[in-house]
């Protein structure tokens, strides 16, 4: 008997595609109001756009990057491109150009794929990305002229697959562990990282995506029909691309991000599952022409940041099912759903209400553990605090030529999400912090976002950051930085918010020591180019006090 | 970058059981009426028994053989025994002493589990096996006390559990790729032949499972309660309970077949899923006691053989749902389920039910082919006749010390099934005939089956065979060989059978050229050891003439 079974099948993202191809040629896929075909003629296409890329020179692991809005033409290359042995590279769009041509170079890219909308960067490009010889357009446009770049080979993506492609362009044989992505995550802090996957390791993600969709909540249906909201630069659209394929669904892309376009296809193409960060339930809600719509019977999966219980309550309203889910770029991404678990049916309204809204439980094949500082396994008590880490079939391998960050993340194979949460006695799991804005005090951990949360209810408070400071006895105490209310400068004292949460304290929302020692009001917060309140440079100037 | 990115996450058999452990530990698991305990529970005895098994010397891929029915006893060394690195090896109890004593030899176990029923085995165990040293006794008896049996080490589950277990012990890391189970193919000609397959063909295969019942027909929900009726020495019941355990659905175990006590646990637990044979539906439906009960609202997934209308209406009249899979044990074993594809549901009733009693459409990761004798797909007419052959990641490597038998299975990779079918427009697939008994006929193939199905229907007829004999012009021509009713002996002609086939042939049921040139009429057909007419014997007798 042979000792090892020798793999003959390899998981790759064509097997993904053939199923559709093979099973439910006929579905549709849309693209705005501009194009309307199905999974047979997509096939086609797909095969059109590999087998031009390859008559231009790009095969054999070659690194396109793709600056491109959920379209069917960004749908086409995430097949092509790594079914064809080559590496998707997705570009985050929102970043800045600098950041951008930095990340190609870094990522060493032999081509990209970019929209029309975005050509002012060729400029960039063109002085600043040495690597990228070829250049592909995307446009709507049909009598488009590709620009003249010096030392560019420009194309246009339609005209490219009419005057290269071949429709009977056969694939090959690509093995499983081959890299099919890469990506670069955009930290708050330091230069983006990159982050690459495998074959088999994005076709695993897609195997396990629906499994989780069993159990009360947001369910997968055959009738669902999936309009593209995340964008798709984000790690493969949270795989839900690949995922609806595999499924045969019909599949809804939109372009660049237009909420008055984006309700329109709802009500017309009969969307029932969308996914997103809170922000994109945000526009979908408050757009002004959204009351014009009937959003009930939509489905949502909600992630990327924690999910505001008054735009859950805006989304119950307007007959929207909403859960939560829970990833990183790191992980490829989801490992979390907050569907129910059987038997929780029955439980009261509002209790399912916190548990959609809360992080969720692990998927299938996704080990999850919260680990205190001595790595141990925290207790399921709803209290004890501790790092999430992670093992899972598409957990990264590393960051891309940066082995000192690729060490820092993993312990004995457990990647450190960096994500600081707690058990739930039900076996959820609830984020209260990022592991480096964690206070460390006595040995425990204090959420420096539960004491954020808490302050922040404060009538004369406007914006409120806490953070750890070294302390002799404790290692760190908590302190509060807090810009007040315009009326309330000059007036608030630290008595003030500490007497507020005190009375939090008496009600056993947190303990006494967790109030903060030290108090600073000032006129405003250092903020990160994202516009987010700036821990770091806090902690770097207070710290050093 | 890695060329290639290393597998750092094994799928091994234990990130199944881990998942109902760590997320569903209540759900129940239930064995007749005399043990109910939980996954939670479950995981403890797994444990115990792993650490058992090694304490008396079976690891380091010890083969252990199991003949037992569907308890929780089997549903433990369904994980234990290939999680500590060992393999299960299944017994189909149902096949003649014997037989079992080859197949314990050919596969040279160390061990078996072993019910109490079976305990008149352990003489030819005794004489005829001398591999196998070690034997556990399993019964439900508190006080059993095991036989000596000269040469072998006999030992009773529940105390080797008790007295040799240990609840702490930890599971190795096992690759993916080492052999977890084996078992033997039962064919109707020849030895019985066997096949393995490693963790990660059973994983996958448990992944995709529930992925085809997203469809309208039978689907599975996070309310179903499983009972478990396919023989757990059945291609690991088809790989349900390890599917289950995935979800973390309720499990009911019924012992050895009695459906008596089937149709109360049906009611009792509330069972909603179960999978067979025609043969079991129909002990089902018609056990006396069956009429007392409701059996509405039950799923059921019918394969191992076409599943009969009659069968199938009788189901539907109950309100049971009905769907049809395919597969052999040499795919582990599923390939296809007949669920409808979207859009389907508006179809006329009739046309639906003979969706339902199809032979389905190939699950995702499945390849699956009809191939004609030059291994050209045939057209997908619902007419022209081919051999399926199938990739998947689940499919057999090679027949165990058979190098010859493997080289047959085998042409270019894809593995031949030796069932012969058609695919519908709609892109299912419709079972006529095993490749051995099909007629190749100038070129073309005539089903055997069909011919004898229509023959049946003569009012003189009770049995038929319809088999090829060679022919110089056509290669094969059609012969049927009648066992008339008795008051037709001497009475019918091959022109009566010829004049009604004819009506079918003015029907458009079957081509003209299809009817039989040779009728002969004798007073019985050759049978196999099961009671199926052996038509190799049949082509034996006539090919020589």
């Given at each position: 008997?042979?000792?090892?079974?020798?793999?003959?099948?390899?998981?790759?993202?064509?097997?993904?595609?053939?199923?559709?191809?093979?099973?439910?040629?006929?579905?549709?896929?849309v693209?705005k109001d501009?194009?309307?075909?199905?999974?047979?003629?997509?096939?086609?296409?797909?095969?059109?756009?590999?087998?031009?890329?390859?008559?231009?020179?790009?095969?054999?692991?070659?690194?396109?990057?793709?600056?491109?809005w959920n379209?069917?033409?960004?749908?086409?290359?995430?097949?092509?491109?790594?079914?064809?042995?080559?590496?998707?590279?997705?570009?985050n769009v929102s970043?800045?150009?600098?950041?951008?041509?930095?990340?190609?170079?870094?990522?060493?890219?032999?081509?990209?794929?970019?929209?029309?909308d975005?050509?002012?960067?060729?400029?960039?490009?063109?002085?600043?990305?040495?690597?990228?010889?070829?250049?592909?357009?995307?446009?709507?446009?049909?009598?488009?002229?590709?620009?003249?770049?010096?030392?560019?080979?420009?194309?246009?993506?339609?005209?490219?697959?009419?005057?290269?492609?071949?429709?009977?362009?056969?694939?090959?044989?690509?093995?499983?562990?081959?890299?099919?992505?890469?990506?670069?995550?955009?930290?708050?802090?330091?230069?983006?990282?990159?982050?690459?996957?495998?074959?088999?390791?994005?076709?695993?993600?897609?195997?396990?995506?629906?499994?989780?969709?069993?159990?009360?909540g947001v369910?997968?249906?055959?009738?669902d029909v999936a309009l593209s909201l995340v964008p798709m630069f984000h790690?493969?659209a949270w795989?839900l691309?690949?995922?609806?394929?595999?499924?045969?669904?019909?599949?809804v892309f939109p372009g660049k991000f237009d909420f008055s376009v984006i309700l329109r296809l709802i009500e017309k193409e009969k969307v029932t599952f969308m996914a997103g960060v809170p922000t994109l339930l945000h526009m979908l809600l408050y757009h002004p022409e959204s009351k014009n719509y009937d959003l009930s019977g939509l489905k949502m999966v909600i992630g990327g940041a924690a999910l505001p219980k008054g735009l859950y309550e805006e989304a119950k309203r307007r007959g929207i099912k909403v859960v939560s889910g829970y990833?990183?770029?790191?992980?490829?991404?989801?490992?979390?759903?907050s569907?129910?678990?059987?038997?929780?049916?029955?439980?009261?309204e509002e209790?399912k209400d916190e548990?959609y809204m809360s992080t969720?439980?692990?998927?299938?094949?996704?080990?999850?553990?919260?680990?205190?500082?001595?790595?141990?396994?925290?207790?399921?008590?709803?209290?004890?605090?501790?790092?999430?880490?992670?093992?899972?079939?598409?957990?990264?391998?590393?960051?891309?030529?940066?082995?000192?960050?690729?060490?820092?993340?993993?312990?004995?194979?457990?990647?450190?999400?960096?994500?600081?949460?707690?058990?739930?006695?039900?076996?959820?799991?609830?984020i209260?912090?990022?592991?480096?804005?964690?206070?460390?005090?006595?040995?425990?951990?204090?959420?420096?976002i539960?004491?954020e949360s808490?302050?922040s209810t404060?009538p004369?408070v406007s914006e409120v950051?806490?953070?750890?400071?070294?302390?002799?006895?404790?290692?760190?105490?908590?302190?509060?930085?807090?810009?007040?209310k315009?009326?309330?400068?000059?007036?608030?004292?630290?008595?003030?918010?500490?007497?507020?949460?005190?009375?939090?304290?008496?009600?056993?929302?947190?303990?006494?020591?967790?109030?903060?020692?030290?108090?600073?009001?000032?006129?405003?917060?250092?903020k990160t180019?994202t516009g987010k309140i700036?821990?770091?440079?806090?902690?770097?100037?207070?710290?050093?006090?």
């Open positions: 008997m042979l000792e090892k079974i020798p793999v003959r099948y390899q998981l790759t993202l064509d097997k993904i595609l053939y199923r559709a191809v093979d099973q439910f040629p006929d579905v549709e896929i693209y501009k194009v309307r075909y199905n999974y047979g003629e997509a096939y086609k296409r797909i095969r059109r756009l590999a087998s031009a890329l390859e008559a231009i020179g790009l095969k054999d692991g070659a690194r396109i990057a793709t600056a491109e379209t069917h033409r960004h749908f086409e290359a995430y097949f092509a491109i790594p079914m064809m042995g080559n590496i998707l590279h997705t570009i970043i800045a150009p600098m950041d951008i041509a930095y990340i190609l170079n870094h990522a060493e890219d032999d081509a990209i794929l970019i929209n029309e975005f050509l002012p960067f060729v400029e960039i490009l063109k002085d600043h990305v040495k690597t990228i010889k070829k250049i592909i357009v995307l446009t709507d446009k049909e009598d488009f002229e590709p620009p003249k770049i010096e030392g560019k080979e420009v194309y246009e993506y339609e005209s490219l697959l009419r005057d290269y492609g071949d429709e009977s362009y056969e694939f090959p044989e690509v093995d499983e562990n081959k890299v099919a992505s890469l990506m670069y995550t955009s930290g708050t802090t330091g230069l983006p990282k990159g982050v690459y996957f495998s074959h088999r390791q994005i076709v695993l993600h897609s195997l396990v995506t629906p499994l989780q969709f069993v159990y009360p369910t997968l249906d055959y009738r790690v493969h795989g691309p690949y995922t609806f394929t595999l499924l045969g669904f019909k599949q990833g990183l770029t790191e992980t490829c991404p989801i490992l979390t759903l569907n129910l678990k059987p038997g929780m049916e029955t439980l009261p209790k548990i969720g439980f692990p998927w299938p094949l996704v080990q999850l553990r919260i680990v205190d500082s001595e790595f141990k396994d925290v207790p399921k008590d709803g209290e004890t605090m501790g790092e999430i880490v992670v093992r899972a079939p598409w957990v990264l391998t590393e960051y891309y030529k940066d082995p000192e960050k690729t060490a820092e993340a993993f312990v004995d194979g457990w990647f450190r999400t960096g994500d600081v949460a707690v058990w739930t006695e039900d076996g959820y799991i609830k209260v912090d990022r592991f480096k804005d964690v206070i460390k005090s006595g040995g425990e951990w204090i959420s420096s539960t004491l808490i302050i404060h004369g950051a806490v953070i750890g400071i070294p302390h002799e006895k404790w290692g760190e105490r908590p302190m509060a930085i807090i810009v007040p315009p009326d309330w400068i000059d007036k608030i004292t630290a008595d003030d918010i500490k007497g507020h949460l005190m009375k939090f304290v008496e009600e056993g929302k947190i303990p006494k020591w967790w109030v903060p020692d030290h108090y600073e009001f000032r006129k405003e917060l250092p180019g700036s821990k770091r440079a806090l902690r770097d100037e207070y710290r050093g006090k």
